[in-house]
């Protein structure tokens, strides 16, 4: 019985022993796939959204200088109020000019009255020279001095119009209704005794407003490519055009846009070309000087390969993706994007429709590995963003 015993506790102790061996040398478990968001490419006809850094300006700026020399009596404005056309804005001393209109007129009435008997003295002499009464010589000097007193009548006469102009100028009227800005001058100050006319304050429009913005080479041949030969098509398209204004604090202008005019020529520093577009503008909201994005909707693009814009990587100039395809095998992949439209890339090379890439958990993925995927919602129902994608965009006008 004691031998049976024995023999069964090495036995037990035997197994035990390969037990523990066979256990040390299968290791730790394999960790399991990395879980990943993907999302799935889609194709869908889109419009085209162009944001360009635009900045506002006037229609008209007048700079209001004093043309006369003299001290400053009004100045009946607010400052960086709304004036009306014709309004007074400022008056330089007029005595000291209308004694000079006064004399002029004096000298005016002085010199017709002495052309007036020169002219009487030569009708006068023309019998008696017919009747050899005077000798014709005297009648040519009769005639010399009223064409002296002629030229004496308009040299008055130009001299009063002058007078009369410099009288006018010491009264300064806002040229259209706008926008007045800081009274450079203040009333009681003696102006334009320098030589040059001193500038007193500044007149622009408000309604409507310019914005100006410059579209880049690549943009403009794309446009221009479509309406070759079809001058007429084109003007149409760009008078269609409508524009939104994405003002400084990222909300959305309440008015849309309107094309003015592209510039005859590209900038040739920038490869640029100038547009300008103009916005209603009788809130105020919007003043010269400001910046802003002006968005544009140049065209519609059928049939585009859609993907969300988190899913791209980009290295200096390269630009992949990570595409989960058959065993969820991680492919890294690259891609050629053109456009954008919402929170998604038009894709114009590297993917197809139905494909899946990687949105989240892409510092956790390598080219070849295999991840454990979870769809996201479909690319077709993107985060919305107000600002990439305002709900003025419905009032935008299809491209043609």
Known sequence: MKAISSALLATLGTLSLAGCGEKGSAGPPAPPPPAVVVATVIKKDVPIYVDNVAQTEAFQTVEIRARVAGFL???PFREGGHVKEGQLLFEIDPKPFQAIVDEAKANVSKTEATLSRANADVERLRPLVR????SQQDLDNAISTAKVAEADVLGARASLQKAELDLSYTRMNAPFDGMIGERMVDVGNYVGSTGTSALLATVSTVDPMRTVFHVPEPNFLRFQK???GDDEARERHSEAMQFQLILGDGSVYPHMGRFDFADRALDARAGTLKVVVTFPNKDGLL???QFARVRARPEERPGAILMPQRAMVTVQSMKFVFVVGEGN???QRPITT??????LYVV???????ERVIVEGLQKVRPDMVVNPKERASTEEPVKDKEARPEADAKAPAAK
């Open 338 to 343: 053109t456009d954008r439209y919402e929170d």
């Open 73 to 75: 009596t009004q100045a």
């Open 348 to 354: 114009s090379e590297g993917l197809k429709e139905g």
């Open 131 to 134: 009747q050899s009464a005077i």
């Open 329 to 331: 095998k991680v492919e």
């Open 287 to 289: 003043r010269p000087g």
């Open 226 to 228: 479509r309406f070759l």
